[in-house]
């Protein structure tokens, strides 16, 4: 189904100026308020009875059994908006009144009235920032809609419904059944759903991961909402899992579990999904993978979910009815995104073409399912591009260097390594000791570096290979999360030499593939010593380095 059509630019400043009138109520903190009563008032037309000023919508409307569907919807939402209405001045009261007047709601056809509303939806995020609430982009909401079509008849589960977005982009013969957690968000999904007269649409009392019931059978999954891991874990019993699991892998889990033979579903997922290290993940991916379910993984750049925050998104793609042992897609988003400023919006229309026709397509990648155990079920694109395995004059990194083992301190006071004092030059990249400042550290768990070492960077997305040299009597301390030192093994390779290769196109690249985390780019220690490295003999890298300077 395509996207709803944007209202008139002048019923789009009518209602642009519902949200300013409410922003002028200084006490009051939801715009929730503008799409309920441009709901409830198209409402109260249908209805024959004025909504605003007083309880007869109540009294004789709702108890009109040819609009139960309305009255059941309706009735908490109403309560919920009379009880806010009472906390606005009646001035307030009366300029609102009278704005919706102006729209003659009455005139309006079904498709306009539903592209008013939807309009309406889509300036909550806008407004309500800064509010705890969220919302997930339309351009999300389609694709997650499009990809797998809903047939007339299918019934599709949409958990984490939110204001339920999705209703907008199915079938009106789709059987739709949403769940939704907060009370107020429940309340406009229901509104809205009364607003596009979906008849065959239900919304389901929203519980908790740990609380859900035996999932309504569904021919098809989708998650708008993504749901984020953390501190908070999931107790229950799983199947072949940990008994206790971060929320969003319970979330996919769950997700997983109740799919139906032949069915589909669309999940979004932070991306440290796709590579955290936790049993509960591990073992989670392995069972996506070696079921044969996952179909696909959209990786999506920063700035998808800002204003609410630059956490990176992917998208699972789960198909119970493809081949056993078919490729799995792996597709980068970055060239389906314009930028408005830090903000990336989805080019939909194209991005759906490449997930239709991947073959050929831009950031487009296969992977055979017997490729995934070598990376330990990571789900990250970028791990499949690095070369399988060192050719002739090629080696490992960690053949030619070895870690250095260092003690945990809590030092009060010593000079302190940072990424930012380490070089990425080729002809200058030295660092002593005596350049550092001198620093407090107020018993800050630190490392001592009391040797000349080779310094590489584990975050910050590159490597700035920097040879350090120590001079005696200098107490230096780094962080070991950020820093790496490693012993040179001279008789294999030329210092001057390894620093440019390390500087290389060929093994920045291997390095930006090997980055994980979404906030800071970081590299795991022994990811790093697995870098493959040109090693030609000495003497000729003796002479690369006379050449080159």
Not at 14 to 36: D, W
Not at 100 to 128: H, S
């Amino acid at each position: 189904m395509k996207r709803p059509s944007a209202p008139s630019l002048n019923l789009q400043k009518q209602i642009i100026k519902l949200f300013s009138i409410v922003r002028e109520e200084g006490h009051t903190s939801s715009y929730s308020i503008v799409p309920a009563f441009l709901i409830l008032g198209r409402l109260s037309t249908i209805l024959g009875v004025d909504a605003y000023s007083s309880q007869a919508f109540y009294t004789s409307a709702l108890s009109n059994n040819s609009y139960q569907r309305e009255r059941n919807a309706a009735d908490s939402a109403l309560a919920w908006l009379g009880d806010y209405m009472l906390r606005l001045s009646p001035s307030m009261r009366q300029r609102l009144v009278h704005e919706i007047e102006l729209f003659n709601l009455p005139t309006l056809t079904q498709v306009e009235f539903e592209d008013v509303i939807d309009f309406a939806f889509d300036q909550l995020p806008r407004y309500n920032h800064g509010s705890g609430e969220f919302s997930t982009p339309a351009e999300l909401t389609e694709l997650i809609a499009s990809i797998y079509k809903a047939k007339p008849g299918m019934c599709v589960y949409n958990p984490q419904a939110g204001t339920a977005a999705l209703i907008s982009f199915l079938d009106p013969a789709v059987i739709y059944l949403g769940q939704e957690q907060s009370d107020e968000v429940r309340k406009l999904a229901s509104l809205r759903l009364v607003a596009h007269q979906r008849s065959s649409a239900h919304l389901l009392p929203g519980t908790a991961v740990e609380q859900w019931p035996q999932l309504p059978a569904a021919d098809l999954i989708l998650a708008t909402h993504p749901v984020f891991g953390g501190s908070n874990r999931v107790n229950q019993l799983l199947d072949g899992l940990p008994s206790s699991m971060p929320v969003d892998a319970a979330f996919v889990h769950a997700i997983l579990r109740h799919m139906q033979p032949q069915s589909q579903a669309v999940i979004p997922v932070a991306l440290g999904f796709l590579f955290q290290q936790g049993k509960s993940y591990r073992l989670l991916r392995e069972e996506l993978v070696t079921s044969g379910v996952l179909e696909a993984v959209v990786d999506f750049p920063a700035g998808l979910l800002l204003p609410y925050t630059n956490v990176r998104l992917a998208l699972l793609m789960l198909n119970k009815a493809r081949s056993y042992g078919a490729p799995v897609l792996m597709l980068d988003a970055e060239s389906y995104v314009h930028r408005k400023g830090k903000q990336a919006i989805l080019d939909t229309s194209a991005l759906l073409t490449a997930l239709a026709q991947p073959t050929g397509a831009t950031g487009a990648h296969f992977i055979a399912p017997s490729d995934f155990s070598r990376h330990d079920y990571d789900l990250s694109y970028r791990r499949y591009l690095l070369p399988a395995e060192p050719v002739q004059n090629q080696v490992r990194f960690e053949e030619i260097v070895e870690p250095i083992r260092l003690r945990h301190e809590r030092p009060v006071e010593g000079r302190l390594l940072r990424i930012r004092d380490m070089k990425s030059d080729n002809l200058n990249f030295t660092l002593a000791s005596s350049e550092l400042p001198v620093d407090q550290f107020s018993g800050r768990s630190l490392v001592s570096l009391k040797q000349d070492a080779l310094l590489v960077a584990l975050q910050g997305g590159r490597p700035k290979p920097t040879w350090y040299t120590h001079q005696a009597g200098d107490e230096v301390f780094f962080s070991p999360s950020s820093i790496l030192p490693l012993q040179l093994n001279q008789d294999k390779v030329v210092l001057d030499y390894l620093i440019a290769e390390l500087n290389s196109d060929f093994v920045q690249e291997q390095f930006r593939s090997m980055n994980r985390g979404m906030a800071m780019p970081t590299v795991r220690k022994a990811d790093l010593l697995q870098l493959i490295i040109n090693l030609p003999s000495i003497v000729e890298q003796h002479n690369l380095v006379r050449l080159a300077s």
